[in-house]
């Protein structure tokens, strides 16, 4: 079955850092692969889809068969974008399955 | 438009009592996704809808979980008897029924059952 791995729980980088937020997936096709974001006591919101290929925040995210990654990448980390980041695939055609989650705090 | 609304935003309750969750999907989005979230678990799904029928209940914990789509606009999430270990914030989230489309999330419930 299709998944996401995140390896890391917590991540704490300073104010204007690069950050790098890791995300792995399992599937031997063509995955959809989404980041969502969730503010502190607020709602999941998409953040970015692979095939946008858009830049949203100023995070990034490439698709990288070879690693089977999808990593969030920001060059110059922001206090607000302290939250939490869920990487996130489908597991057929409608079922999304998110990974554990990292919470992302930036130091001032 | 005014996204997915989901209620009650808290509930607090004891143990023993039902619960009702209620969630109102983005107009013209056509499946309906029900989520628990918890620290030790992250989030999963438990059940979602096309159409208004379920299609896939598999997250469903055990029996005492129960959803209902009666329409379009519409979606319970029943706990009974509901306990302490139930608590949790509870994710209702829409999109339009068609495959590998985003999901749009409510601002969830967050429920804890004393």
Same mark, same amino acid.
């Given at each position: ?108 | ?60 914990? !055990?029996? %005492?979980? &129960? *959803?209902?789509?009666?329409? @379009? =606009? ?5 706990? #009974? /008897?509901? !306990?302490? %270990?139930? &608590? *949790?914030?509870?994710?209702? @989230? =829409? ?5 590998? #489309? /985003? ?12």
């Amino acid at each position: 079955a299709q998944r996401v791995t995140q390896p890391e729980k917590l991540l704490s980088v300073f104010k204007g850092a690069p950050v790098e937020l890791k995300c792995n997936y399992s599937y031997s096709g063509s995955p959809e692969l989404f980041w969502y974001v969730q503010y502190s006591r607020q709602r999941l919101q998409l953040l970015l889809r692979h095939i946008s290929r858009e830049s949203i925040k100023g995070f990034t995210a490439d698709l990288n068969k070879g690693e089977t990654s999808f990593h969030l990448k920001k060059p110059f980390a922001q206090e607000e974008d302290s939250a939490m980041y869920y990487c996130a695939t489908f597991q057929g055609a409608q079922k999304l399955v998110f990974g554990q989650g990292t919470r992302l705090t930036i130091n001032p | 438009d005014a996204g997915v609304i989901q209620s009650p935003r808290h509930e607090v309750t004891e143990m023993g009592q039902e619960v009702t969750l209620r969630c109102k999907p983005i107009s013209g989005h056509n499946s309906l996704f029900w989520y628990r979230q918890t620290m030790m678990r992250g989030l999963e799904l438990l059940i979602y809808f096309n159409n208004n029928v379920p299609i896939d209940d598999s997250g469903m914990p !055990e029996d %005492r979980f &129960s *959803a209902k789509m009666p329409n @379009a =606009s519409f979606s319970t999430l029943k706990i #009974q /008897p509901s !306990e302490p %270990r139930d &608590s *949790a914030v509870y994710f209702c @989230a =829409s999109s339009i029924g068609t495959v590998n #489309q /985003p999901q749009h999330f409510g601002d969830g419930t967050r429920l804890s059952i004393l």
